[in-house]
Structure formats: C-alpha cells, structure tokens
T-cell receptor, first 116, second 116 residues
Framework: AQKITQTQPGMFVQEKEAVTLDCTYD???????LFWYKQPSSGEMIFLIY??????QNATEGRYSLNFQKARKSANLVISASQLGDSAMYFC?????????????FGTGTRLTIIP | GAGVSQSPSNKVTEKGKDVELRCDPISGHTALYWYRQSLGQGLEFLIYFQGNSAPDKSGLPSDRFSAERTGGSVSTLTIQRTQQEDSAVYLC??????????????FGSGTRLTVV
C-alpha cells in the first residue's frame, strides 16, 4: 500500500485563484510529521510547510496553509492567491519512526500550472 | 557552506563503470538521506543515515548500490557496474535530528547521472 497518495498528477489554475493540492497518508505510528515541498523546473526541493501529528492547529506559512484532517488521514496544501511563480511540482511527504530509525516517504507529486 | 553540497552536479558514465556520488550535509546535521528521482517522477528512497549508522538500507535497488558515511558528515553513494536504468537525479537531504521537533529537511541540488 502507498504510504503517501497524491491523486492529482496535474492541475491548471487561473492566476490569483486559490488551489488545493490533495494528499492522503497511511501510517500506524502515532507520532509523525507531514511536509510539503515545491520543486520548480530548476530541480531544487524547496520546503514549504510542516504539520506535526499532535499539532492542534493547521499549519500556515504566508500564502500556504495545510488542511490537516487527522481522522481522514488527509493533509491537503492550500495556496491562496496563486501566482505564476507557483507553477512547479509539489510533493507531499511523511516522516514516521523513532530517532535513529526514521523514514521520510514522498508521494508521486502534482504538477501545478498557473495560467495567466 | 550554508547548504547541502552534492558533487558532481552532472556525471556521464559508460555502462559497466563504477561511479561515486558525494554529499556534504550541513554541519551538525546528524540525519542524512539519499533519494533517486527519475525524469518526471517522484522521489524514491534509497538509504538513511543517523550519524554514521544506516539503520534502513531497504531502499537500495540492488547490491550494486552501497553507501557510507564517515565522521557523521560526508556521505558517498557508490554504484558499481552502472546500468542505463540507473540514470536519474540523485538527491541528498540532511536534518539536524529526527522526530517531529524539526520542521524540514534541506536538500542538495542533486547529481544528474547519465549512463550511456
């Protein structure tokens, strides 16, 4: 079974609109962390936002917010007021395990294209 | 340097040759990951180090792949008898320590390996 599932291989969104990128996860570890990374065409991996499994509130970082629904094992990324520079691949990732034996697993990604 | 450094940035090698890829993590970062990313694909986990130990080698695709880390710092990924299917971008990431207290991993810019 997939640990991280991103069901949207590609999305096209009009500039200035909000966009939601889906991510569901599967783990039996009570303590885990969820990450979103952006990978532009240059190839670098840019850390966007983090949500801990015990965090009570949804994480926010500027225009990025994470819609964390623990019971549904969902961690969707919301980008408000999209910009042309948001066009990139977006990866959801999960860290689980204990110190000295952790694992960071990535989803297959969603390619987001912002249309002017 | 301030970031994760990987060398070489590009490597073209003939099928059957051995290659060594180097990762120099951020100073003080104890956790180090290697991933492989084929063209247009997600990140495939290869190996994780905590200090000099590699508790999880499950992602190495075959016994032609090996990795080591010395002094809790530099790591080398070695691919013996390279095959064309080994062509990919090899990414390294590091973090200061494990568990949910840390908010992200820093990635290097990768080594693009082409086997001809």
């Amino acid at each position: 079974a997939q640990k991280i599932t991103q069901t949207q291989p590609g999305m096209f969104v009009q500039e200035k609109e909000a966009v939601t990128l889906d991510c569901t996860y599967d783990t039996s570890d009570p303590s885990y962390g969820l990450f979103w990374y952006k990978q532009p065409s240059s190839g670098e991996m840019i850390f966007l936002i983090y949500q801990g499994s015990y965090d009570q509130q949804n994480a926010t970082e500027g225009r990025y917010s994470l819609n964390f629904q623990k019971a549904r094992k969902s961690a969707n990324l919301v980008i408000s007021a999209s910009q042309l520079g948001d066009s990139a691949m977006y990866f959801c990732a999960m860290r689980e395990g204990n110190f000295g034996n952790e694992k960071l697993t990535f989803g297959t990604g969603t390619r987001l294209t912002i249309i002017p | 340097g301030a970031g994760v450094s990987q060398s070489p940035s590009n490597k073209v090698t003939e099928k059957g040759k051995d290659v060594e890829l180097r990762c120099d993590p951020i100073s003080g970062h104890t956790a180090l990951y290697w991933y492989r990313q084929s063209l247009g694909q997600g990140l495939e986990f290869l190996i994780y180090f905590q200090g000099n130990s590699a508790p999880d080698k499950s992602g190495l695709p075959s016994d032609r792949f090996s990795a080591e880390r010395t002094g809790g710092s530099v790591s080398t990924l070695t691919i013996q008898r390279t095959q064309q299917e080994d062509s990919a971008v090899y990414l390294c990431a590091s973090s200061p320590w494990a568990r949910a207290q840390y908010y992200g991993y820093t990635f290097g810019s990768g080594t693009r390996l082409t086997v001809v």
